[in-house]
């Protein structure tokens, strides 16, 4: 009986190692192909500068924080300590 219980063990484990192996293969062509597609193009610095600088402008977010912005006092409870535990 253990004997037949190992040879189902090791059969499934086989079939479950050889499923995942085409489903690898079949995602690793899928990506190749996509990087293929996109390809690197050279970019003057002018413009790679000009890029930056508007990604780095603070925007509405930036907008919404400084709202917020000042000096901030608060009392930080420090686990399950209490003043009439102490």
């Known amino acids: 009986m ?4 190992s040879i189902l063990v ?6 479950a190692c050889e499923k995942g192996k ?6 690793t062509d899928k990506a190749d192909s ?3 597609k996109s390809e690197w193009k050279p ?6 500068m000009k890029a930056w600088m508007e990604y780095s402008t603070p925007g509405e977010m930036h907008k919404m924080l ?3 912005d000042g000096i901030w006092t ?7 300590k209490t003043e009439e535990s102490l």
Do not use: I, Y
């Open 43 to 48: 970019v003057d610095s002018a413009t790679a």
């Open 34 to 36: 996509a990087a293929a």
């Open 10 to 15: 090791a059969a499934f484990l086989l079939t």
């Open 66 to 68: 400084a709202k917020s």
């Open 22 to 27: 085409t489903t690898a293969a079949n995602s």
């Open 74 to 80: 608060g009392e930080t409870p420090c686990g399950w």
């Open 2 to 5: 253990k004997n037949l219980l």
